[in-house]
DNA sequence: ACTTTTTAATTCATATGTGTAACTTCTCTG
DNA sequence: CAGAGAAGTTACACATATGAATTAAAAAGT
């Protein structure tokens, strides 16, 4: 006894078009910080590590190298990051908040934790587990 | 006793990491159709509400009417759909398939059919149901 | 030691999204 | 019927993503 359920619809399109509207939202709750959904993503990634190089960032953020790039160096124009050159190889770069990134960032979160639970609300601690299982679930899809 | 849950991510960078790998994957799963996901979910969606106006596609796409014409315009140029004028109301266009657009669509609905399976795979029916009352829980959150 | 391979970061062309403004066409009111 | 206003579409500036190619530096193999 299969519990009805819309199969005509994708899983992937429904969670693309969720994401959308979810990114569109807090876009909007997020003005108030200054900064679009993929800088706060940023600056709360690098306030857990600061001083990342950009590809560690690219993967901690979910966006490729290249995507990376361009959205450091935006933030850097925004007086949010500053780049430093890596001693220790010639290659890397690090990324560095600043004083500025920082209350950036505060302000971020605090949007965010608001924003979160009004995602969360309806929804049972157990549940929310199920949810946080399958976003890390499909984080960690292989590229095959 | 709340159960142990790793708070210091915020739900919304979780998620939205989440889709960009996602869309990474979708993305390259779908080269072998040759389109891109948003025109894939595109896709899907006309073969639902073929002769849609672009502004209930925006809707059903979840994305805004600026961007569909964008979308519209690309897929039209790849000969996936075209545009006819609404007689009833000259404002109004319609989208409509092309036989290449159902074709593509096809191989579209395989590909993400599979891919979902992929997706859903360790979960039981009743989690998956979590999951999709979340996800169309975040796509009713209201703009505010 | 020298060549080859790998890796980090960037640049480029392009696709996709956003908000705002403009344009066209319809509808409504006087 | 004309002008005001609403609605649908498109145009524009820009942020954000992708893959592919480039450049420079480190690592590995002969």
Chains 1, 2 share one sequence.
Do not use: W
């Amino acid at each position: 006894m299969p519990i009805a359920r819309p199969t005509h619809r994708r899983l992937f399109a429904v969670f693309d078009h969720a994401h959308g509207r979810l990114s569109r939202c807090a876009g909007k709750v997020l003005v108030s910080a200054g900064v679009k959904p993929a800088q706060a993503t940023a600056l709360i990634y690098l306030g857990y590590h600061d001083g990342a190089q950009p590809s560690e960032m690219a993967n901690g953020v979910g966006i490729n190298n290249a995507a990376t790039t361009g959205l450091v160096s935006r933030m850097e124009k925004a007086e949010l990051v500053i780049r430093k050159k890596l001693l220790s190889d010639g290659r890397g770069k690090t990324v560095h908040l600043t004083a500025k990134g920082l209350r950036t960032r505060e302000k971020v979160m605090d949007i965010l934790r608001d924003f979160d639970d009004k995602l969360a609300k309806n929804f049972t601690e157990s549940e929310m587990d199920t949810v946080y299982k399958f976003l890390r679930a499909a984080s960690e899809l292989k590229e095959k």
